[in-house]
């Protein structure tokens, strides 16, 4: 019974009418429950801007219409829930048959036990179909008719079918009461019994004209009749709603609504702990957090009000508040926090056809904000209409994008089968609420059955959230931003082992632009590094957040919360380190304000890698050093240095084609793959890198200087005449040369082990890295022989390598940045 009154209280949230009374009353003793007496909180009585109602339709036709529609999504439900129950009933035969063998699955009493009543509700409800769907084939509408021809159709009479089904609802009230020995039967007989638990873990039906399957438990299946009773007094609310008051079904559907909402009521009465908050675990029910989520629905998204207790979850959504209507909650869907599982994942890239709607939105946001900000300083701070009215299409266009904007995704599994996905924005939100979860989850399946209507009422005093999660519904910050935030992320240190780990940088303020950036993923290491710079343009922005994840992107190590202050790092850097809990990072952070451009449309795409020019990657990425050259090195130098021939044998060539590919497509699988693939495979994919270049690393019009200096007798002006051409390349090239001849460096000190010395590693790399003026684009110098070119090549790596004074490479730029104090 405890299962059905849970489900119950589903309905009186609703404001039926048989709960009406107790709609308008909140139990103060709950209250006191809910926050002990030494808190000292008072709960504040703040009001929250109410969400849009269920739209009003202005005339008898448009009800109509509405009707005829809900009426075939009442009978689509009644044939998937026929065919669950059919699925449900399938293994009774064998059941039977094998409770009289020697060897049964079930006894003859536990077989009744758990199919009892459901061929009678299968009867039920396959003559309800069969009525319902004769009534809507003889109406069915013809197209290309004017709808005043169709009022007769429209005029549907489906009351008596209701009236007569609802009379018989008194064949749930022998399930439900026989409900939780079938569940004790089937959670016993899964565990101890093999041949059971196969059935009930692999039961399916088959859903819609195209016959997809869906997997469902045994225990699951069989909660779908105790969940479909609650939900036919909501139908038949709905269904009257939709009526128009002179209609000939209004006096039938009315008196339909009468007696489910009579017989549920009845059995709510015999429900017990109705009333109870002291847990099974002596303490008392509490609040603990709540704010604004987005609960998927049904394929749908809306925007919810999340609130959690020391025992439970509860989503439900805020009503009224507008138009001199009290403010409520109606009640959506609770969760025990008892055996609660999570997984989270950020959510995939949107569709093109989704990328353009926010793209639009986003567009139409700006203008809105610029608007508002022009009437604002017409009206010198006063709210003229006009104003007003810009204000509300802001607030749609930023619920709109918070609703439909890729986000995170946490999905929440109870021990009973049910399942709810919500969406966050934030992920250092998502990271608090799953923190506030688990410190008050219990593996513990005892819990105690909440009175959900008074608990939903009472949200709208105990909450704790004050206002919807929309920067246009808060007033102006003098000391908000407006314009590009530069965050250097430089390193991490406090790792207890060797990972590979990312940071996530979010901000907050208006949703016109992207608010999160992350870096690259670093190398496997104690202290990853990655001198990367991120660049988020703002619009309201008082708060930096940090988090640092692992790769498999479910292990969020640490995070921190950065109050802003435009002037403490206006137009110039400040370098500080964070304390992410265990692990501290470093990074240098500048403001500068300028006037926004409206956002751009994107795809959301990596860019490639290979045969791009270096200097665009270097770009794109925010580095000085490409991520795939500081990454196949590092590799190199964690597991290959003492590889015999490394960078003369070559990997597979699928393998590096295959490598290559990650590295244009997915950075995550590349990183992946580079730690997991044979190390010649990734020496391979560093050379194809630096052959594939458009141009040279070592850039072609310093290929006749470099030459001549090579002709220069004294070795120490040779030298010189080198490092200075060096110091003419562009900041990439140089850079990135730079770390790759140090990296060589460190190859022949193994020389012994690996068999390549400076001589054969400039030898295998001198015409990947620098090439002939006739090889270049748009070059009209004279030719040069092909024997010149290659011992140019391979001569100024190798003196390169040898060059004692080779300065060290910078893989990000330098930035004039004043340390914390």
């Known amino acids: 019974m405890e299962l059905y009154s849970e489900a119950l209280q589903y309905l009186a949230s609703h ?43 202005r005339s008898p036709e448009d009800l109509l219409e509405k009707r005829l529609l809900l009426l075939r999504e009442i009978l689509i439900s009644e044939e998937v829930y026929l065919s669950e129950l059919e699925t449900l009933l399938t293994p009774m035969k064998a059941l039977r048959a094998s409770a009289g063998t020697s ?23 396959k003559e309800f179909h069969s009525g319902l769907r004769a009534r809507l084939q003889s109406v069915d509408m013809e197209p290309g008719i004017p709808v005043q021809l169709q009022q007769r159709d429209l005029q549907l009479s489906v009351g008596d079918l209701f009236l007569k089904f609802v009379s018989q609802l008194g064949l749930y009230r022998g399930f439900i009461d026989n409900y939780e020995s079938a569940v ?55 269904l009257l709603k939709h009526t128009p008051c002179d209609h000939h079904d209004s006096n039938l559907l009315q008196e339909a609504l009468r007696v489910s909402s009579s017989f549920l009521s009845g059995v709510n009465e015999g429900s017990q702990q109705k009333r109870a908050v002291t847990l099974s675990r002596g303490e008392r029910r509490q609040l603990v957090r709540d704010g604004f989520v987005v609960d998927v629905c ?26 001199g209507r009290q403010l409520h909650y ?24 989704l990328q353009l709607k926010i793209s639009n939105m986003r567009a139409k946001m700006f203008h809105c904000r610029r608007m508002l900000q022009e009437y604002m300083r017409e009206s010198k701070g006063s709210v003229s209409r006009a104003a007003d009215r810009c204000r509300r299409k802001l607030e749609a266009c930023e619920l709109w994008l918070l609703t ?225 050259v500081r990454s196949c090195v590092e590799e190199i130098e964690r597991r290959g240095l003492e590889e015999e021939g490394i960078y003369r044998i070559s990997g597979a060539s699928r393998e590096i084609q295959a490598l290559k590919h990650a590295f244009d497509t997915n950075y995550w699988e590349a990183v992946s793959k580079v730690r997991s693939v044979d190390v010649n495979t990734v020496s391979g994919t560093l050379k194809l890198y630096f052959r594939e270049l458009p141009e040279p690393l070592i850039p072609t019009d310093h290929f006749q200087s470099l030459s001549k200096a090579l002709d220069l007798a004294d070795p120490y002006h040779r030298a010189e005449m080198m490092l200075s051409e060096l110091q003419s390349f562009p900041d990439v090239n140089r850079n990135t040369l730079l770390f790759l001849l140090h990296h060589l460096k460190r ?69 004039e940045t004043e340390e914390e104090p």
């Open 184 to 238: 004790q039967i089937v959670r016993k007989s899964t565990q101890s019994n093999p041949r059971f638990r196969v059935l009930a873990e692999s039961m399916m039906y088959s859903k819609g004209s195209d016959g997809f399957r869906t997997k469902y438990t045994f225990e699951a299946l069989l909660y779908k009749p105790l969940d479909r009773v609650t939900k036919t007094t909501l139908v038949l609310h709905d």
């Open 747 to 815: 190859v022949a000190q193994k020389a012994e082990q690996n068999k390549m010395s400076l001589s054969n590693l400039a030898t295998v790399f001198g015409p990947s890295l620098l090439r002939s003026p006739v090889a270049s684009l748009n070059h009209c110098g004279p030719p040069v022989d092909i024997s010149q070119e290659v011992e140019v090549q391979v001569q100024v790596i190798y003196l390169y390598l040898q060059n004692q004074n080779l300065p060290e490479a910078v893989t990000t730029k330098l930035l």
């Open 404 to 628: 439909h904007t890729p986000s995170f995704i946490l999905e929440l599994h109870s021990p009973n089968s049910k399942s709810h996905i919500i969406h966050l924005s934030s992920l250092h939100e998502l990271d608090e609420w799953r923190e506030a979860i688990s410190k008050h989850k219990t593996e513990d399946l005892e819990t105690v059955l909440p009175d959900l209507l008074s608990l939903a009422n009472s949200c709208v005093k105990l909450r704790m959230t004050q206002q919807l999660p929309l920067c246009c519904l808060q007033p102006e910050k003098v000391n908000s931003m407006c314009g590009s935030l530069s965050v250097v992320v430089h390193t991490a240190c406090g790792l207890q082992q060797p990972a590979s780990v990312y940071v996530c940088v979010e901000v907050d303020g208006f949703e016109i632009f992207d608010r999160r950036a992350q870096t690259c993923l670093s190398s496997y290491s104690l202290t990853p590094q990655w001198d990367q710079e991120l660049v988020l343009q703002v619009d309201g922005a008082q708060h930096l957040r940090l988090l640092c994840l692992s790769q498999s992107q479910e292990d969020i190590m640490g995070r921190a919360t950065l109050q802003l202050d435009s002037l403490d790092m206006l137009k110039k850097w400040k370098k500080m380190t964070l304390n992410l809990g265990l692990i501290e990072v470093i990074i240098s952070i500048k403001y500068t304000p300028h006037p926004l451009e409206p956002p751009s449309f994107t795809p959301l795409q990596q860019k490639t890698v290979f045969s791009v020019l270096i200097g665009d990657v270097a770009r794109q990425e925010g580095v000085l050093v490409p991520h795939i």
């Open 330 to 353: 109606r009640f959506c869907w609770y969760m025990p926090l008892a055996g609660l599982k999570m997984h989270w994942a950020a959510e995939q890239d949107p569709s093109a056809d």
């Open 15 to 57: 404001g039926l009418p048989a709960m009406e009374e107790e709609e308008e009353a909140v139990d103060s003793d709950l209250l006191q429950d809910v926050f002990s007496d030494d808190t000292g909180w008072v709960p504040n009585s703040t009001e929250v801007p109410g969400l849009p109602d269920t739209p009003t339709y």
């Open 103 to 125: 060897q049964p699955v079930l006894s003859i009493e536990q077989v009744q036990i758990v199919f009892y009543q459901l061929p009678e509700l299968r009867d039920l409800h």
């Open 298 to 323: 049904e394929g749908g998204r809306s925007l919810r009000h999340l609130f959690l207790y020391t025992d439970l979850l509860l989503c439900v959504k805020l009503k009224g508040g507008t138009m």
